[in-house]
């Protein structure tokens, strides 16, 4: 069974420079802009944005 391209997988790198990433899935259909997200940069120590890097 293949894998369905609705939902790829995307990195989701941290805004303050940490180069930390977490990796997750989107549904492409239902948000096909770039996925921006607040999460925890444990390097940086506290919340901030991460944005889909491709």
Do not use: C, I, Q
């Not at 894998?3 to 997750?24: C, D, E, M, N, W």
């Not at 989107?26 to 390097?43: C, F, G, Q, S």
């Amino acid at each position: 069974m293949a894998r369905s391209t609705t939902r790829p997988v995307v990195t989701l790198r941290s805004t303050a420079g940490t180069g930390f990433t977490y990796v997750t899935r989107k549904n492409r259909l239902a948000d096909p802009d770039r996925l921006v997200v607040r999460k925890y940069d444990p390097v940086a120590g506290r919340h901030v944005l991460f944005r889909e890097a491709r």
